[in-house]
């Protein structure tokens, strides 16, 4: 028992979340390579002669340089055992990155200096509100032309109502960075970049006499805004931290190795460790209790000579051991443990034991779904993960009627990884689901590994539908009738959702019938 708290207590689970461009792979990378995981970091792009990152795996996310799968990075650091749970970086995957947060205990919100509080950064925060996960802030490309420091916090607390409190603040403008001001550990730091930035950034204490005499001007205006920072009272508070009221803040650049190393000093000292997860009935699980865990993460065929599948699980409470039988509380039946790794893009390592906050591949997982529960000991079962609004909707067909089988298997697998929501009706039948996606990517992702994985092409056609809710069998039958209408049954949970048009449609339909039940799904942009 005393074992299990002491190792939770050691444990950092984390996401990094951001817009498209920011820098999260990159970051991820720097990470990583400041805790020694790895001996080089990679660019996204893979530009003069460098390599790609390892999070990227699939040729889609290489060749567009995006990240679209999740991928876990298990590493120690100061006695601290990491769990960076990397997330997909665009728009059209948010659904995804939900799911993913569902597993963490901090985020990192990844900053562009020039953009400050971009769409998918906002939006990918207010979720890390819905779930009370505490932020952390890396003010991202400080090596680059960019806005003023002042002015980004005051953009962080007007979009995001948390009162930003800089652990570290820039000396020098965007463009023209020489270091930080460390003001928690009372430190001049300045950085010295490697060659290509590919290595550890070199790091120079200074004393107040240097930094005057090396930085001059650069030097005399950061202490006065960092006078003005604690005249203000922007000051790091734990207790409003983890009650998801301030952010803290820090100033870097993840390509050049500039303050990443401080950042993961800040995740050991101010990142929550894993706490008991409430369960169904709203009742925390121990964590010394036996073993719990959540699967938020399908994925098939991450190493195509293997053609596996894994699913990711967050330890909740207890001790793993590879090789022990669990129970899958959807179905009661037991699940084995036997191949148990951690994965981080197309590297793997076996995992022999876990403790809570741990992230564990289960391989060869076919029964498992995102959301599922596996336990030992006495039953229990987590909240499920719910999904998003779809917004995209598009028929799929084979264009080989010789491949109907693999069409088949390969359209349940990725039903069932959450890569898009298959949708049937006994109108279309089944030889041509609908697909249901939250952004038009999600569909070049299937086209995409229907060809690569189950060598079969497919055809896709549009459809005019924009609106998604959620209906009962009561309500279907009325709802069918109407126009610019069709009801569904959603393959993953069997639930019934109604298709509209448009929402002027929508609306059109609810005012002529009131009583019919549509509500409104999972982060749907529409009332």
């Not at 390969?410 to 109108?427: H, K, N």
């Not at 279309?428 to 952004?439: E, H």
Request: glycine share 8%.
């Amino acid at each position: 028992m005393a074992a299990i708290i002491q190792e939770a207590a050691r444990r950092r689970t984390f996401a990094v979340i951001s817009h498209p461009d920011a820098g999260k792979s990159t970051m991820t990378e720097a990470l990583a390579l400041h805790a020694s995981a790895i001996s080089q970091a990679g660019a996204v792009h893979g530009k003069s002669g460098r390599r790609g990152v390892t999070s990227d795996w699939m040729e889609m996310e290489k060749a567009r340089g995006i990240s679209i799968t999740s991928a876990a990075l298990r590493f120690e650091y100061r006695g601290h055992m990491f769990n960076l749970v990397d997330t997909p970086g665009h728009a059209d995957f948010s659904e995804d990155t939900y799911r993913v947060l569902a597993a963490v205990d901090c985020a990192v919100m990844l900053l562009d200096a020039a953009k400050g509080m971009e769409p998918q950064t906002l939006k990918l925060f207010e979720v890390c509100r819905h779930r009370r996960i505490p932020v952390i802030t890396f003010v991202n490309k400080w090596d680059r032309p960019g806005r003023e420091a002042l002015e980004l916090l005051d953009e962080i607390e007007e979009r995001t109502g948390l009162k930003p409190t800089p652990i570290t603040w820039p000396i020098g403008t965007g463009g023209f960075f020489h270091g930080v001001a460390d003001r928690a550990a009372d430190r001049i730091v300045r950085y010295t970049r490697t060659p290509g930035g590919a290595t550890k950034a070199i790091e120079t204490d200074l004393s107040a006499e240097q930094a005057l005499a090396e930085l001059g001007g650069d030097w005399e205006r950061a202490k006065d805004e960092i006078d003005l920072l604690s005249a203000i009272g922007a000051d790091h508070d734990q207790k409003t931290f983890e009650a998801h009221e301030s952010t803290p803040v820090l100033f870097g650049a993840a390509l050049s190795n500039f303050g990443v190393g401080r950042l993961l000093d800040a995740m050991v000292d101010i990142a929550p460790a894993p706490a008991p997860r409430p369960d169904v009935a709203d009742d925390p699980r121990p964590l010394e209790e036996p073993f719990s865990g959540l699967v938020f993460k399908v994925q098939a065929n991450m190493d195509p000579s293997h053609r596996d599948r894994i699913a990711f699980v967050r330890v909740c409470s207890g001790r793993f051991e590879r090789g022990m039988v669990l129970i899958h509380a959807a179905t009661a039946r037991p699940f084995a443990t036997k191949y148990a790794q951690s994965v981080f893009g197309q590297e793997r390592a076996t995992i022999d034991e876990a403790y809570p906050g741990d992230v564990v591949g289960l391989v060869n997982a076919s029964a498992l779904r995102p959301g599922d529960t596996l336990y030992d000991g006495p039953p229990v079962e987590f909240p499920r993960i719910p999904s998003f609004a779809p917004e995209h909707f598009s028929t799929a067909r084979v264009r080989d009627s010789s491949r109907s089988k693999q069409f088949r298997k390969g359209i349940e697998q990725l039903d069932a990884e959450g890569v898009v929501q298959v949708l049937r009706s006994d109108v279309r039948g089944d030889q041509s689901p609908v697909l249901a996606a939250v952004g038009p990517m999600q569909f070049d992702v299937v086209k995409h590994r229907m060809a690569a994985e189950f060598n079969t092409e497919i055809l896709m056609d549009r459809l005019d539908f924009g609106i998604a809710r959620l209906t009962d069998a009561e309500s279907a039958p009325l709802l069918a009738r109407q126009r610019g209408v069709e009801v569904f049954t959603r393959s993953l949970d069997g639930a019934l959702l109604a298709l509209f048009t448009d929402e002027w449609r929508m609306r059109g339909v609810m005012r002529d019938h009131p009583d019919l039940v549509l509500n409104a799904l999972l982060a749907d942009t529409r009332g």
